[in-house]
């Protein structure tokens, strides 16, 4: 008898844990959605850039301009087919004052750097090496790529996941 209240307690209490467990998830998955939600202040997160000096997101957001986050990875092909739009963007609306910070979910550097050069990518760019664990997906709940998150002068989500001629069309608004 002893040893099956031993077996029940031990089951209840192992329920309890991973209730628990599952419940801090939920919370987490939830802190990260409210770090993508529209007229929210932008999350200030550190990452490194690819000379291992942290930067703060800080540092672009909230500064004046219109900063686009642009979360992507040397090996997402989707993110490579798209980055093109995004230099021509940035080569049109930068002296406007529009900014880009690049956040690789990259697992090489090598591999992110040399994605990098080849595609001119002359904004700042940011990665722990983490991929999919990367900060940058965590604090920003980011599940697919690319995806990005555009932040107004005053630091402020505006628009979510612009690919294509929706990115153009957007900034062609804000800059007119």
């Known amino acids: ?28 998955e939830h802190m990260a959605k409210g770090n993508r939600t529209i007229g929210t202040v932008v999350a200030n997160i550190a990452m490194a850039d690819a000379d291992g000096h942290e930067h703060q997101l800080s540092e672009w957001c909230g ?44 697992n090489k550097k090598d591999a992110w750097l040399a994605a990098v050069r080849r595609l001119n990518m002359p904004w700042p760019q940011l990665s722990d090496l983490k991929g999919w664990k990367s900060l940058g997906a965590v604090a920003f709940g980011v599940s697919s790529i690319p995806a990005n998150i555009l932040v107004d002068p005053q630091g402020r989500i505006v628009a979510l996941d612009l690919r294509g001629e929706a990115l153009g069309a957007k900034l062609a608004e804000l800059y007119q």
Not at 85 to 103: D, M, P, R, S, T
């Open 1 to 28: 008898m002893k040893r099956i209240v031993t077996l029940f307690l031990f089951a209840v209490i192992g329920l309890t844990a991973r209730a628990q467990l599952a419940d801090i998830n939920a919370q987490v």
């Open 63 to 106: 500064k004046g301009s219109y900063v686009l986050i642009d979360f992507w990875a040397s090996w997402c092909s989707p993110c490579m087919r798209e980055l093109p739009n995004v230099v021509g963007c940035y080569e049109k609306y930068h002296a406007k004052g529009f900014e880009i910070v690049g956040i690789s979910f990259d």
